[in-house]
């Protein structure tokens, strides 16, 4: 006795419920910006610091010198004997 066949179909995978909905479509590239313009907040903060530490150490480089080329220093006496301290402890 011969039993009935079902017949086989192919079956694509978009007949099926899951794997009817395409894949999603990739986002959107986003034009990309420069560094400059990115981070346009930040350039005066780094400029005006930028300027603060130069004037800083301009000053403080400008004060060194005038300090030093004004004072006189006195000078200190000299002997044309040298002093010995192990004549002292003998």
Known sequence: MLKASTPITMTSPLSTGAAATPPPPPPPQTQKESF????????????????????????????????TSDVKKPEAPT????????????
Do not use: Q
């Not at 002997?79 to 003998?90: C, G, L, N, Q, V």
């Open 79 to 90: 002997s044309s004997t040298p002093t010995s301290t192990e004549k002292a402890h003998r």
């Open 36 to 67: 400059i313009r990115r981070y346009r907040f930040f350039w005066p903060f780094l400029l005006a610091v930028n300027f603060t530490i130069g004037v800083y150490v301009l000053t403080r480089t400008t004060k060194k010198d005038t300090g």
